[in-house]
């Protein structure tokens, strides 16, 4: 542990273990129960864990010789365990390190901490802990269960976002920003959660509640810090088309959450509106409905909104209860739908002497387009809900489908045609016929431009990333607030801005808003009395950019030049697609902003070359119940076959299989799996159930088959080692070796583990059917374990130990298939007579044609068609059929 851990562990070691479970097998291996000897997952694991740190295998080192090769797992929040579905995404990551390091490249496979946050505050309450010593202790927990599993990790390059000199880099990164324009504040409206009392972004939203408190969500507005992701709006979406390494559907999340869209800007003219206000602003994606409009709409916190409630009690009421809901939209869109009739009305621009209301109505965003829209409700079926509940006029401006469906105004659902679909107008001003959205879409903005009603403008959903939270386990803001020179970055020489240790969480709110002797400082350009921005970062801000500190931990810079433009790109990315949005938008950015301010090569700017989203491991729920209060209970405490509590014998209820949650108790403890098999079996299991971008679920019977699949393989190995030097069928199994080694290195290649895995059991089952000589099975089996490493990686090292493989396993270049080998010397060819199938014949691949036809023409059912006399045409389509007329 390096100082600074040390302050909040001391005497702690990184790599204890809780007390564990005695194995429940004899010693988790296979002696006792499989009858045989030499192999013991409990004492092979931990050997060959040793011989790769001593032999420095994983250390990642720049090699001009060599290829590169980064591959990297979204790293984990440490709350303190891992779980099996930790196991599957990092024995994933895994694989491709171990391969690629028996191909020949330098491999970088490292390891951290995404360590800020929230979970830690909320433990330092409730166990009374200073947060860093609950985080700490966790990483070190969970470190120590990394290392069971054997991964290929650099733990030279560890880091926790927590250690001042990670955030003290992130904080020179933000500076770095702030000079260039990507970082500002401004006043917003945010999601305030009251009672974890912290700013929270949409996503933590979840049914109007803040996703950990489940308190009621309040929109306030706060002097937020801001990174201006809306920069790279354009290229972060025409980008997208370039990943050509990424899964389809995370292109298309990301891409709708950007958003783009192409509409119509301009302005309803105010009629009586209060002083300053003379026109409202509208921007709309469908200007060709202008004539089906029935009122206009602000936003609670647009500013006429804001001017009428001084004069209007009632409007300030209903404004101050649309502000204690939250800004998601998916919430909005689910709220009912209510408005305030502000007694003004408006002009509409294509005819003035038509006049709409004017409502505040509270599923309008003010930091959407410009806080303000006109309903069209025959096209827009929120609009209709509204219109309805407010006794407004429903006006189509295009006839519904032809399926004789019930027009909007006469009761029927909104008809919103797509875009591409060809309608016919009856209500157009541009002189839209019968034609499709778009192109009357384009006529509309291309008529009001021309009259000057408006303006064609393009826009995004995406907004600016608000990265302020009112929390103290997070990045510290550089800045501070001086009452002579304003808000003023903190000098390059004083970072890291650290957190202070003495604080205490007994008094809800920030700690750092209670720290005078931390928070009161002299200013940096003036010297004069100031005050440090007490707000800390988004968490999503430290794990933005991890993937470049990686490439030089230790540097005195964010970024090495030399080192990040040896290792980067990120070749491949695996984590959860729960992450899809906004991890990935917010790296993709950060990449973009690190190559602005001089920390990224351009060829960094997509920082991921290739994303592998994988499936989650599931598993039963097991309940039981006190009233009306569920109890959940963790698998190692049911016996699934009874269906009761193993201790008291009560019964539980079964709940179909769904993704590992620890507040559902249905997670199951690597190191259970562990003492009672070892970790290969862990790994084999989660990597062949099924194809990786799918759910595995977790069964105990599946855990034991893969467990006598292993115990199988090293029955195989020892009795390659004691085969008679002599037998028959030496090329068959070469030939099926060469195949075993094309199939798995395909799979591999593809991410298709399963597949690998599934050719792997057709080999084994090879093997024991062989009857070669021992310098043949030897061959195979050693190949075996080769091809077993990048899963397997104990057990192929104590095959390739046994049977005299040279040096490590994991360091043995991977075998190569002869392509020879790989193309049969027989083939079967399908006889037809008059078009259907009668028999087959198999004949060497290179046999004469004529010989061919000869033996065709002695086949029974040939003979039986032919009654004695010729066939009309013989047909030989070498290595393919052949076609008898009779």
């Not at 930790?86 to 171990?98: K, L, P, S, T």
């Not at 970024?559 to 992450?579: K, P, R």
């Not at 070669?772 to 080769?786: K, V």
Request: with cysteine; net charge negative; proline share 7%.
């Amino acid at each position: 542990m390096d100082d600074e851990r040390g302050r909040f562990v001391a005497g702690l070691d990184p790599c204890r273990r809780p007390p564990y479970q005695g194995a429940a097998r004899g010693g988790h291996g296979w002696t006792g129960d499989e009858g045989m000897s030499g192999y013991e997952a409990g004492k092979a694991e931990p050997k060959w864990q040793r011989a790769w740190a001593d032999a420095g295998v994983f250390t990642a080192r720049r090699d001009p010789d060599r290829p590169k090769y980064y591959v990297l797992e979204m790293f984990p929040y440490p709350s303190g365990n891992l779980h099996i579905g930790h196991v599957r995404n990092y024995a994933m990551g895994d694989v491709i390190a171990r391969y690629k390091i028996a191909t020949r490249h330098a491999v970088l496979h490292p390891m951290g901490w995404d360590a800020f946050g929230l979970p830690a505050e909320n433990a330092a309450q409730e166990r009374r802990v200073h947060p860093g010593e609950w985080t700490y202790a966790n990483i070190a927990n969970m470190k120590a269960q990394f290392a069971r599993l054997g991964l290929s990790l650099d733990w030279s390059r560890e880091f926790a976002t927590c250690d001042p000199d990670y955030y003290g880099k992130q904080q020179a990164l933000f500076l770095d920003m702030l000079d260039k324009g990507l970082v500002y504040r401004k006043s917003a409206m945010v999601n305030w959660d009251p009672v974890d009392m912290t700013v929270l972004a949409n996503e933590q939203v979840e049914d109007g509640r803040g996703w950990r408190s489940g308190a009621v969500v309040e929109r306030r507005e706060l002097t937020q810090w801001f990174f201006r992701i809306t920069e790279y709006a354009e290229d972060l979406l025409n980008a997208l088309d370039g990943l050509d390494d990424w899964p389809a559907k995370v292109k298309t999340m990301q891409a709708n959450w950007i958003g783009r869209s192409r509409g119509l800007q301009f302005a309803f003219s105010l009629i009586d509106g209060p002083d300053g206000h003379d026109r409202i602003e509208v921007y709309t994606t469908r200007p060709d409905t202008m004539m089906g409009a029935s009122f206009v709409a602000i936003s609670p916190d647009h500013p006429l909104a804001r001017r009428l409630e001084r004069d209007d009690p009632a409007l300030a009421a209903f404004n101050a209860e649309c502000r204690a809901t939250g800004t998601a939209e998916e919430d909005l869109e689910r709220a009912e739908k209510r408005g305030h009739d502000t007694g003004l009305r408006v002009r509409h621009p294509l005819d003035t002497a038509w006049e709409l209301p004017v409502y505040v109505a509270n599923f309008i965003l003010m930091d959407y387009g410009t806080g303000a829209i006109f309903g069209c409700p025959a096209h827009d079926q929120r609009d209709l809900d509204f219109a309805r509940k407010y006794g407004l006029p429903v006006i189509s401006t295009f006839e519904a489908g032809t399926g004789g469906q019930t027009l909007p105004e006469d009761g029927g659902e909104a008809f919103v045609p797509p875009k591409t679909e060809a309608v016919r107008y009856v209500r157009g001003f541009a002189g839209e016929a019968e034609q499709t959205g778009e192109a009357a879409i384009d006529a509309a903005i291309a008529f009001c431009e021309a009259n000057g009603i408006g303006q064609g403008v393009t826009r995004y959903r995406l907004r600016d990333w608000g990265l302020s939270r009112q929390r103290y386990w997070g990045c510290p803001i550089p800045v501070v607030h001086c009452q002579t020179c304003g808000v003023v970055p903190e000098r390059k020489e004083n970072l890291p801005i650290r957190l202070p240790d003495d604080v205490d969480f007994d008094t809800p709110g920030n700690p750092l808003d209670r720290h005078p002797a931390w928070r009161d400082v002299p200013c940096p350009k003036c010297g004069g009395a100031a005050r440090r921005e007490t707000d800390t970062m988004d968490t999503f801000v430290d794990s933005s950019w991890y993937y470049a500190r990686f490439t030089s931990p230790g540097a005195a810079t964010p970024t090495d030049a030399a080192e990040v433009d040896y290792w980067m790109n990120v070749d491949q990315y695996i984590g959860g697609v729960e992450h899809a949005i906004l991890h990935l938008l917010y790296s993709r950015f950060f990449a973009r902003a690190m190559h602005a301010t001089g920390h990224l090569p351009q060829k960094a700017i997509e920082p991921f070359d290739a994303l592998f989203t994988q499936g989650m491991v599931t598993h039963e729920i097991y309940q039981t119940r006190d009233g009306n209060r569920v109890i959940y209970h963790l698998p190692a405490d049911v016996d699934p076959t009874a269906k009761i509590l193993r201790e008291t014998g009560q019964p539980v209820e079964i709940v179909p299989s769904a993704k590992m949650s620890k507040s559902k108790k249905n997670v199951v403890d690597p190191n259970e799996i562990i003492d009672r098999y070892g970790a290969d079996t862990a790994r084999w299991f989660v990597l062949s159930d099924s194809p990786p971008e799918r759910d595995v679920e977790w069964t105990a019977s599946g855990a034991e088959a893969a467990s006598k699949f292993l115990a199988r393989v090293w029955r195989l190995a020892e009795q390659a080692a004691d085969a008679p030097e002599h037998g028959s069928g030496d090329d068959a199994l070469r030939r099926e070796t060469h195949r075993a080694i094309h199939d798995v290195t395909m799979g591999i290649e593809s991410f298709g583990f399963n597949t690998s895995v599934a050719r792997l059991y057709a080999f084994a089952n090879t093997q024991a059917k062989s009857q070669a000589g021992r310098a043949a099975r030897i061959e195979a089996a050693r190949i075996m374990a080769q091809l077993m490493a990048p899963m397997t990686p104990h057990l192929a090292e104590e095959i390739w130990a046994r049977l005299g493989g040279d040096g490590l396993c994991v360091t043995a270049p991977w075998p190569k298939a002869d392509p020879a080998m790989l193309v049969d010397d027989d083939v079967t060819l399908p006889i037809q007579i008059n078009g259907k199938r009668r028999a087959e014949i198999t004949v060497p691949r290179d046999m004469d044609r004529g010989l061919i036809e000869a033996l065709v023409l002695d086949q029974p059912a040939v003979l039986k068609a032919l009654d004695g006399g010729a066939p009309k045409k013989l047909i030989v389509v070498p290595g393919r059929i052949v076609n008898v007329v009779v």
